[in-house]
């Protein structure tokens, strides 16, 4: 209602976080008569969510959203992943299942972390692909990118 309100000047701005903003465009008639401000005003995490009580599944999504930005951070990617069998480096090759713990602790196969990646990508692949530059949405990573280029996404260690 709020966008149809917007699209037919009932009112003069519409606010919601930036993905809602980007995909209300698409409902709009004139696409091009509107400006998304680049100031953000506030931060809504949006995430997964899973059903209250299903902690092991609960522990999967999370640690597979963990993986996605490990992996992003690690450099590892669906195009390369299979070349990281070849890595010496200890925090890639418990990433994809040589050495560690792996997934038992989960209840998944040693190679959970590599299948995830190998199969959607790290999570900068996935981003881009759905709500990024190579999407009809085009946003911006902003705050959504790795801590060390200027966003806030960080995340534990496989180990």
């Known amino acids: 209602e709020t966008v149809h309100a917007f699209d037919a000047n009932r009112c003069d701005v519409?606010?919601?976080d930036?993905?809602?903003?980007?995909?209300?465009?698409?409902?709009?008639?004139?696409?091009?008569?509107?400006?998304i401000l680049p100031e953000i005003i506030s931060k809504e995490p949006l995430g997964p969510v899973v059903a209250q009580g299903d902690d092991e599944w609960f522990n999967i999504v999370r640690w597979s959203l963990y993986a996605m930005i490990n992996a992003e951070e690690l450099g590892i990617?669906?195009?390369?992943?299979?070349?990281?069998?070849?890595?010496?480096?200890?925090a890639i090759m418990r990433f994809i299942g040589l050495e560690g713990?792996?997934?038992?602790?989960?209840?998944l196969s040693d190679t959970w972390a590599r299948d995830i990646i190998k199969q959607v990508g790290n999570y900068g692949e996935s981003f881009e692909r759905n709500l990024g530059m190579e999407s009809p949405l085009k946003i911006r990573r902003g705050y959504n990118a790795l801590w060390n280029n200027?966003?806030?996404?960080?995340?534990?260690?496989i180990r």
């Open 14 to 16: 519409l606010t919601t």
């Open 18 to 35: 930036k993905s809602g903003l980007y995909s209300a465009i698409g409902l709009l008639k004139d696409q091009n008569s509107v400006i």
């Open 77 to 90: 990617a669906s195009y390369n992943i299979n070349n990281m069998a070849m890595s010496s480096d200890p």
């Open 101 to 107: 713990v792996k997934g038992r602790g989960l209840g």
């Open 150 to 157: 200027g966003g806030i996404l960080y995340a534990p260690p």
